[in-house]
Nanobody, 123 residues
């Protein structure tokens, strides 16, 4: 059974950093693209970043470009989201999701989701 588990969320001050992890089980990440999405209270879930299978091409939302970095470690079957220079507006529940091979910004294109991890940026 395909399963994704996020971890690494928490409370951080503005300007701080966090690294989120998305660990996969029941399948190998080698053939899947992994997207990170986030959902703030009262808002739609939005795409943050994505990494493809194979050559590992990456994409970022404009709001996080230059601050967030997505990476994958296929040996550990894990994808990471390094978040630097965090802002209060980054506060949300962060989810990772998997789809075969290619990235997408549309959450309905992803069939498997983790349970989410809370990120709170506040002084």
């Amino acid at each position: 059974q395909l399963q994704l588990v996020e971890s690494g969320g928490g409370l951080v001050q503005p300007g701080g950093s966090l690294r989120l992890s998305c660990a996969a089980s029941g399948f190998t990440l080698d053939y899947y693209a992994i997207g990170w999405f986030r959902q703030a209270p009262g808002k739609e879930r939005e795409g943050v970043s994505c990494i493809t299978s194979g050559d590992g091409n990456t994409a970022y939302a404009d709001s996080v470009k230059g601050r967030f970095t997505i990476s994958r470690d296929n040996a550990k079957n894990t994808v990471y989201l390094q978040m630097n220079s965090l802002k209060p507006e980054d506060t949300a529940v962060y989810y990772c999701a998997a789809r075969f091979r290619s990235c997408s910004w549309y959450r309905l294109d992803f069939g498997s989701w983790g349970q989410g991890t809370q990120v709170t940026v506040s002084s």
